[in-house]
DNA sequence: TTGTAAGCGTTATCAG
DNA sequence: CTGATAACGCTTACAA
C-alpha cells in the first residue's frame, strides 16, 4: 500500500540505510552524487513519505509540541496559538492545542499530555499546579507564570495602572473593575494595579463580576450591575473579551460610550480595533512573546539540564480616539 | 525513564501482552479479574502511559485528524476548529489544524498531508485540486464542496437572495456586494444571488473588490470605493470580517451605520453580535455541519470503500436591531 | 561510502 | 485465560 524505505531499497538494490540516509541527507554521512541521485528520484517517483510513528519510535522525538491555553473560545488565546503554529511551522514543528483543564498533565487523565506524544509544552497563563508531574519541558508564558518553568512573563502592572489613572485624570468619577471573582487574587496585575491607584486617590472600589471570562458574561453582569448600582463613567477591564461584551451591554441599555463611560480593555486583539468607537487597549507583545517562548523550548529539548530561562516582556497602553 | 508494558510485565511477572490486555481492555479477550486488577494497580502506581508512536506504528492508526481551513487567522474557521475540537475530544482523537495552501496533500510537499501521520482530514473550503491525490480519509464541508469526497455542503443561495432582497425590499437604492476578486465565481451561492437579484431589479451591480478576506483589506478598500463612487446604501459583504473591516472603514469616513449604509455579513461569527449596532448575518449551521462531517469521516475511516456520502444544509438569514 | 543487526514500545497471531 | 514470537518502519551503532 504505502511505500516503505525497504520497497524504495528493494527497488534500487541497495541497503534501507543508504536510503535513508539521502533523504535525511545528514551532513556527516557521505554519499556518492550518483546513488543520492538515483534514491531521491525513486523516492519522488514512487511517491515515498515517511512514517512519523516509525520514526518517532526510533528517535523518541515526534516534532509535536502542545500550546495549552485556558480557553480555546477566546479570541486573545487564538491568535497566540496562531502566531506559535506560524513559528513552530518554520522550524517543521506541529503543534496542537488544547485546555488547561482538560489537559491534564497527569497519566492516570486518559487525555493527559504524557498520553500525547509530545516533545514540549508551551502554557499560556498560570496556576498550573497539576503540570509539575509532567515529565517533559514546559514553557509558561502570561502574566503571572510558575515559579519552576522556563518563563516568558508580561509585565502588566505599568500599563494598568495608567489605564485607571488615565480614566480618572480625563474627568472620571467613577472608575470600575470587571474581572471574574477566580482572578480577584493579589498576583493579578490588574486587580493590584486597580486597587492601588483607586486607593491611592481616595476612591471607593468597584468590582464588577461576570462569572467568567466570555463576553456574554460580562454583557449580561454589567447590566445587572447598573441596574442595581447606577453607571460607573469608567470601566477598567481585565480583558477584551469581557470589555466588548460590557460594551454591548451598555449599548443595550442605551448608554453611550465613550460619552457616558469609558471602556479599556487587555490583551490587544484584533476586535478592538474595529468597534465604534476603537476600543483603547493594553497590548502585549505577542511576536516577541512566542518567538522568545519558542527559543527557550528549543534551547530546552536540545538540552534538558539548563538553568532555568526567563524574561519579562512590558505590555503597553493603547488609546484610541475618545 | 518512561514506563513501558514490559516493566510492568516484569514487575508482575506475567507478560507484556497480558499487560496490554488488560490496559485496552478488549471485550473480546478474557482475563482473571485478580490479574487485571494487580495490573491495573501497578500501572496506575509506576504512572504508565501508553507510547503513541509505538501505539500508531503497531495498529496503523494514529487517532490524529487534520483540520484544514483556507486561512487560520479568520474568526469564523476558529470557530469551526474549535467546534471539531471539542467534537473530535469526545471520541478521543486529536486535530490538528492548519491551511490549505501550506498544507499541500503531495508527499514531496515537507510539510505534505501525507508526511504528518493522519488517519483522516476535514477540509472546510473548496478549489481542492490538490488533494485528490492525497490517499486517505477525506471529508470536505463548505459552500462548494469537490465533488470526490464526502461532503457536508451549506447552501448559501437562498439566505444571500434574502438578503440582497431585503436591502432593496426595505429602501436602499444602491446594493454593492463586497467580496475578493478570486472568490467572483459562478459557484459563489453569494455572488451568484446577489448578481442575479440584482439583474431581476434592474440595478446595475456594484463589485467592492478587496485583494484577501482581511478586516484590514476591507476597511482600506470600502474607504477607496467610496472616494471614487460615492457610497451606496446597502452592503451585501462575502463574508463577517469583510462586513466588520467595511463597517470600520465606513465609520472612519464619518459614514453613519445603519442610518446611510446598511450592512449585511455571512457565516455568523460571534463579533457581529457585540457590534453597535448589532451586524445582520447569515448564519451557518455549524454544530449541525461539524458532527455531520465528523460522522461521515468515522464511517469511512472504519470502512474505506463506502459510496460517496453527502448532506446539504441550510444557511439562515439574521436580522438584527436595524 | 555502504551494509548489517538490533532495538524503539506496541499489537496481532497463533500456541498452549 | 495466558504467553511466545513476529511484525510495524525507522534510526543508531558498528562493521565492512
Not at 497566540?80 to 503554529?85: I, P, Q, S
Not at 497527569?106 to 499560556?124: A, K, N
Not at 453611550?256 to 484584533?270: A, F, H, K, S, T
Request: glycine share 6%; net charge neutral; proline share 5%.
Amino acid at each position: 500500500m504505502t511505500v516503505t524505505l525497504k520497497d524504495i531499497a528493494e527497488h534500487l538494490n541497495v541497503s534501507k540505510m543508504t536510503v535513508s540516509r539521502v533523504l535525511n541527507n545528514k551532513s556527516s554521512d557521505f554519499i556518492t552524487e550518483a546513488t543520492r541521485q538515483r534514491v531521491q528520484e525513486a523516492a519522488r517517483v514512487m511517491g515515498y513519505a515517511p512514517n512519523r510513528a516509525a520514526q518517532a519510535l526510533a528517535t523518541g522525538q515526534t516534532r509535536r509540541i502542545a500550546f495549552l491555553s485556558p480557553s480555546m473560545g477566546s479570541r486573545f488565546f487564538q491568535e497566540v496559538a496562531n502566531r506559535f503554529h506560524q513559528i513552530l511551522l518554520n522550524d517543521k514543528y506541529e503543534i496542537i492545542s488544547g485546555e488547561l483543564d482538560r489537559q491534564a498533565a497527569d497519566s492516570t487523565h486518559p487525555g493527559g499530555l504524557s498520553r500525547m506524544g509530545l516533545d514540549g509544552v508551551l502554557i499560556y497563563g498560570g496556576r498550573l499546579g497539576s503540570f509539575v508531574e509532567y515529565k517533559g519541558p514546559v514553557v509558561n508564558m502570561g502574566p503571572h507564570c510558575s515559579e519552576v518553568f522556563d518563563a516568558v512573563n508580561v509585565d502588566l502592572y505599568p500599563a494598568s495602572r495608567q489605564a485607571v489613572e488615565w480614566l480618572f485624570e480625563t474627568g472620571a468619577k467613577r472608575v470600575a473593575h470587571i474581572l471574574p471573582p477566580s482572578a480577584q487574587n493579589d498576583w493579578d496585575d490588574r486587580y493590584r494595579a486597580y486597587r492601588e491607584v483607586s486607593r491611592e486617590r481616595d476612591k471607593n472600589p468597584e468590582y464588577i463580576q461576570p462569572p467568567d471570562w466570555s463576553r456574554a458574561a460580562a454583557r449580561n453582569t454589567i447590566q445587572e450591575y447598573v441596574k442595581t448600582h447606577g453607571c460607573p463613567d469608567g470601566l477598567f477591564c481585565a480583558n477584551d473579551d469581557l470589555a466588548i461584551g460590557a460594551y454591548r451591554g451598555l449599548r443595550d441599555m442605551g448608554i453611550r460610550v465613550p460619552d457616558q463611560v469609558r471602556l479599556i480593555g487587555c490583551d490587544g486583539i484584533e476586535d478592538t480595533e474595529y468597534l465604534d468607537p476603537p476600543m483603547s487597549t493594553i497590548v502585549q507583545p505577542l511576536e516577541e512573546m512566542c518567538k522568545n517562548a519558542w527559543e527557550f523550548l528549543k534551547r530546552r529539548l536540545k538540552k534538558g539540564n539548563l538553568p532555568r530561562q526567563r524574561m519579562t516582556c512590558e505590555a503597553q497602553l493603547i488609546l484610541r480616539e475618545q
